[in-house]
């Protein structure tokens, strides 16, 4: 239990900085599942692997910052409950001597309304978007998306957002179920109404950051609850849009890494720019006794992943 898939750095010297990494949490207080597809679903143990990951945090004194890919309560959790096991969890993150940045994913909005899910997750944004970036050293800066920005889920039903996001899924998906990619081929298996895409306004924020990131030279970690590359995913858990983002990204030089949750497998690729796209394996699918969280050194070219049990290590080596 806890043993960490370590690699030895090439880089034989102190990162600049270390943070720590976990996703799909999807706690509820209901016995054991399966996915849809048939995997096993531990939905009361995803609480201890949080519980081990903090202690691990904070006994390595070493991650200075935490990021939670999203999704940390399930779907399933009873209605009636959602308040008071959103609030368990964080309080559970809380428990780390550092800041926790937080980003909403689709089982969070099953559960609650923006409204009352984001004052939660202490992400503030009077509008109710969810993205948002920060600098944890002058080198590096992080950009959390909002991937359920144009989504039929979290917004009131009359919303504008919900209803680009229902006339979207109409021309996209024919299927009665919207969570079905029944019939559907290749990418097209994407458009599912458990995914979203990044609206407009979201969009021009990413190049306007980029380009200040550019232009002070720092280099870019982007963060989203739903892949943006379809190497590093299955089509299903792709965020619609994917391609408009990542456009967007490649026109600047700054981007090194995006990192994601969302496809509780994991994976990782490398785009045809060389960045690198980390998707995490979740905790909700640790068997008892197994764990899913690491850590991530930072240096000036590479990002080292220390993972620990499901969670594969990697050094992500790029030109700095």
């Not at 948002?132 to 909002?146: A, G, H, I, K, T």
């Not at 919207?178 to 609206?199: E, H, I, T, W, Y």
Request: with cysteine; aromatic share 10%.
């Amino acid at each position: 239990m806890g043993s960490a898939n370590g690699l030895t750095s090439a880089q034989g010297t102190q990162p600049l900085f270390s943070f720590g990494v976990i996703s799909d949490v999807q706690h509820a207080d209901i016995p054991d599942g399966r996915s849809f597809l048939g995997v096993p679903r531990f939905y009361r143990h995803s609480l201890l692997v949080l519980q081990r990951a903090v202690q691990n945090w904070n006994n390595q004194k070493r991650p200075q910052f935490v990021i939670n890919l999203g999704d940390i309560v399930d779907g399933y959790c009873p209605k009636h409950k959602s308040m008071s096991i959103v609030k368990k969890v964080v309080d559970e993150f809380g428990k780390f001597n550092g800041p926790v940045y937080h980003m909403i994913g689709n089982h969070c909005l099953y559960n609650l309304p923006r409204d009352k899910l984001l004052p939660l997750l202490n992400i503030s944004n009077l509008d109710g978007h969810a993205y948002y970036d920060f600098l944890p050293s002058p080198q590096y800066r992080f950009v959390v998306l909002d991937g359920y920005d144009i989504s039929a889920i979290g917004w009131p039903q009359d919303h504008p957002h919900t209803l680009k996001a229902l006339i979207f899924l109409e021309e996209k998906n024919p299927n009665l179920d919207k969570n079905s990619p029944m019939g559907l081929v290749g990418l097209d298996r994407r458009f599912l109404m458990f995914n979203g895409a990044v609206g407009k306004e979201q969009l021009e924020w990413l190049d306007a950051v980029l380009q200040d990131a550019a232009k002070l030279k720092q280099k870019v970690i982007v963060c989203c609850h739903l892949p943006l590359d379809p190497g590093a995913s299955s089509q299903e858990a792709l965020l619609w849009n994917y391609d408009e983002v990542m456009d967007v990204i490649h026109q600047y030089n700054c981007v090194k890494v995006c990192l994601a949750g969302h496809d509780h497998k994991g994976g990782h690729s490398i785009d045809s720019h060389g960045i690198h796209h980390r998707t995490l394996e979740a905790a909700l699918e640790c068997p008892p006794g197994t764990d899913a969280f690491g850590y991530i050194d930072v240096y000036d070219n590479m990002l080292s992943l220390i993972g620990t049990d499901r969670i594969e290590s990697i050094d992500m080596e790029f030109h700095s």
